[in-house]
């Protein structure tokens, strides 16, 4: 049994997590905060950059001491129950929902749509995302390995292609970076942390999380300290590299305003900036990597969800699941990446803090010996919260006025919860039950076990 691992070993996984985690639609939300916070986006990229890269990387490590099999698992500590439901909106999410559409939308508007003529936007997103998702329908009933290697020859090649873009952007500015948007002219840096949510890496990161942990057993790490280390190392090599990715292209979103204007989305400002350094051939030479990449972001994610629905019900075939869940991508993506975008963020409010607050319990669960208390008890906490912040942020969404109930609720929680304004109002009240009840199950298992040790002495 081994220890430790060789860097070359570690840099390998670490690719392969940047790999899974990076999807072009990874380079659309830094571009578009850059674009938004202007003067302010150092403050803002670094909340970006919190929940980011961060958050992900939290998640990596939790799955790393768990020592759970999958994420049902590990979720299934609160109750079996809420370990399918949390694991089954998760794969929803980060799939067919959201994530899967995303990917043909981001294809389409980065590769696609420069070429068309504006007033055949609709059908060719149409026309394209029918095309899309036919072929990653195709590729998810007959998995092949060559997926897996275009995958592997993507990811550098979107890595040193972002990177010589950078480096212009560097050199030679695409202009001045002008006054943020209203948005983020005051509390950038919650706004960027808002914005991380987007990228839906910390959800990802739960299930990815195996991945990585198969991949180091499979190297002969066994051991939990040995696998959280290297899942440590591994998961600082990925984020490193998204870090990087995010701040620069997040600068040339912020220097792009006054030579492009502003977008609803930071799709085109990748192709319009492609175009200004390198023309014509930067153009497509973008267009066809990120669809490519959007692609085996696609096929991967109709897979894992296909597998997983196929094994929480198994009358559904895999192919049925992979079927449903490819019109259901087709039909939402022609929605368009803008709406999307905005009716991801009120579903992220409510899921984001009940994976975070995972995480958190997995980390100190030895503490209170991994009480289901204590798990019960903060993520009832959480969802109390974080189910009002997703209806809060529909109704804002839709420019609704919030229903009788919702205003009383609402009105209470800013008057009583810290940041509930910024989005974190959930945070305390779980820190405050977490050490309350592992307290309480502390107190209650000695008075078990000094019990116990009574009765056996008596026998």
Not at 376 to 396: E, N, P, R, Y
Request: hydrophobic share 55%; charged share 10%; glycine share 10%.
């Amino acid at each position: 049994m081994q220890n430790k691992l060789p860097f070359s070993r570690y840099f390998v996984i670490g690719v392969m997590l940047f790999a899974l985690f990076f999807g072009a639609g990874n380079l659309i939300f830094p571009a578009a905060l850059g674009q938004n916070a202007g003067s302010n986006v150092w403050m803002a990229v670094t909340g970006f950059l919190i929940t980011g890269i961060g958050l992900p990387f939290l998640g990596i490590l939790a799955m790393g001491l768990s020592g759970s099999k999958n994420l049902e698992e590990l979720a299934s500590r609160v109750h079996p129950l809420y370990g399918i439901i949390f694991t089954s909106l998760l794969y929803l999410t980060i799939g067919p929902f959201f994530a899967a559409p995303r990917t043909g939308a981001v294809a389409y508007d980065i590769g696609i749509a420069p070429f068309v003529n504006e007033g055949y936007g609709q059908i060719g997103l149409i026309v394209f995302t029918a095309l899309f998702f036919i072929v990653t329908l195709w590729f998810s009933l007959n998995p092949a390995k060559l997926v897996d290697r275009v995958g592997k020859i993507l990811s550098p090649a979107i890595i040193v292609l972002i990177f010589i873009l950078l480096v212009m952007v560097i050199i030679k500015p695409l202009g001045s970076i002008e006054a943020p948007q209203e948005a983020y002219a005051n509390g950038a840096f919650m706004k960027g942390f808002m914005e991380g949510y987007n990228t839906m890496d910390a959800l990802a990161s739960l299930v990815f999380g195996i991945i990585v942990i198969n991949s180091i057993r499979a190297m002969g790490i066994t051991s939990t300290r040995g696998i959280l280390i290297a899942s440590a190392k591994s998961g600082l090599i990925a984020t490193i590299f998204l870090g990087i990715i995010y701040v620069g292209v997040a600068y040339l979103g912020a220097t792009s305003t006054g030579t492009f204007g502003l977008f609803d989305t930071g799709g085109p400002v990748l192709g319009k900036a492609s175009f200004y350094y390198f023309g014509t051939f930067g153009t497509v030479m973008l267009s066809v990597i990120i669809l490519l990449a959007c692609l085996t972001t696609s096929i991967g994610l109709m897979t894992a969800c296909g597998e997983y629905f196929h094994t929480l019900v198994p009358k559904v075939s895999y192919k049925m699941w992979v079927l449903i869940f490819s019109l259901v991508s087709f039909v939402i993506a022609n929605f368009g990446l803008s709406n999307i975008i905005n009716y991801s963020i009120p579903v992220l409010m409510f899921l984001y803090p009940l994976a975070v607050a995972l995480m958190l319990l997995t980390f100190l669960s030895k503490l209170f010996n991994h009480s289901r208390l204590v798990y019960v008890a903060a993520i009832s906490v959480t969802f109390l919260i974080s189910i009002i912040d997703g209806f809060k942020t529909f109704c804002d969404l839709l420019g609704m006025e919030y229903f009788g109930w919702l205003t009383h609720i609402v009105s209470f929680y800013e008057r009583v919860l810290p940041f509930y304004k910024n989005g974190l109002g959930w945070l305390l009240p779980v820190l405050i039950t977490i050490f309350i009840t592992g307290i309480f199950a502390s107190v209650h298992n000695f008075s078990a076990l000094r019990v116990k040790n009574k009765t056996e002495s008596a026998l």
